[in-house]
T-cell receptor, first 112, second 111 residues
Framework: DTAVSQTPKYLVTQMGNDKSIKCEQN?????MYWYKQDSKKFLKIMFSYNNKELIINETVPNRFSPKSPDKAHLNLHINSLELGDSAVYFC???????????FGPGTRLTVL | GQQVMQIPQYQHVQEGEDFTTYCNSS?????IQWYKQRPGGHPVFLIQLVKSGEVKKQKRLTFQFGEAKKNSSLHITATQTTDVGTYFCAGPRGSNYKLTFGKGTLLTVNP
């Protein structure tokens, strides 16, 4: 049973395209997150949602639009992809707030 | 803004040697968490420290939280090849919904 799952695992696309990444958790957690990990392995929070509501938007360009249809899902849509968007994107969840976080397997996005 | 600094950035050891990574915050932290990320994997939670001066052990791993709750360390005794990976510390930053991660320490172990 996968606790936090993400699809797709790999995403290769051209600059200017629009793409989505999906995340689901079956842990019954209230809080979900998106992180970006660049080539230097720096892990930076992008968004935090609690009970479907956006709590944190960490100065991410508005080309990135998260959506949480319910507590168990947090998707990330990216418009007009740029080269600098290439990274691994991790979804994570926690029971409530910044407790122990469970990370998904990551989505490696490559923009050509 | 609040930052979480972590050193060293890289550490290469011979199997059997000890390893320590250090984490420092510019402000007092309510808690600190440690994560391990294997190459090609995702971060996995190791532990959370909450109390000033707290020390916790997990087999060969020893975690400490400083008295001022601004620094922390992870010490591994007698490293094994299975310890390879990047170790991150993380602390809350201005919100109960935002963790700031250190830049991590990449540990490699020579068998």
């Amino acid at each position: 049973d996968t606790a936090v799952s993400q699809t797709p695992k790999y995403l290769v696309t051209q600059m200017g395209n629009d793409k989505s990444i999906k995340c689901e958790q079956n842990l019954g957690h209230d809080t979900m997150y998106w992180y970006k990990q660049d080539s230097k392995k720096f892990l930076k929070i992008m968004f935090s949602y609690n009970n479907k509501e956006l709590i944190i938007n960490e100065t991410v360009p508005n080309r990135f639009s998260p959506k949480s249809p319910d507590k168990a899902h947090l998707n990330l849509h990216i418009n007009s992809l740029e080269l600098g968007d290439s990274a691994v994107y991790f979804c994570a969840s926690s029971l409530q707030g910044i407790n122990e976080q469970f990370f998904g397997p990551g989505t490696r996005l490559t923009v050509l | 803004g609040q930052q979480v600094m972590q050193i060293p950035q890289y550490q290469h050891v011979q199997e059997g040697e000890d390893f320590t990574t250090y984490c420092n915050s510019s402000t007092t932290l309510s808690n600190i968490q440690w994560y391990k990320q294997r190459p090609g994997g995702h971060p996995v939670f190791l532990i959370q420290l909450v109390k000033s001066g707290e020390v916790k052990k997990q087999k060969r791993l020893t975690f400490q939280f400083g008295e001022a709750k601004k620094n922390s360390s992870l010490h591994i005794t007698a490293t094994q090849t299975t310890d390879v990976g990047t170790y991150f510390c993380a602390g809350p930053r201005g919100s109960n919904y935002k963790l700031t991660f250190g830049k991590g320490t990449l540990l490699t172990v020579n068998p």
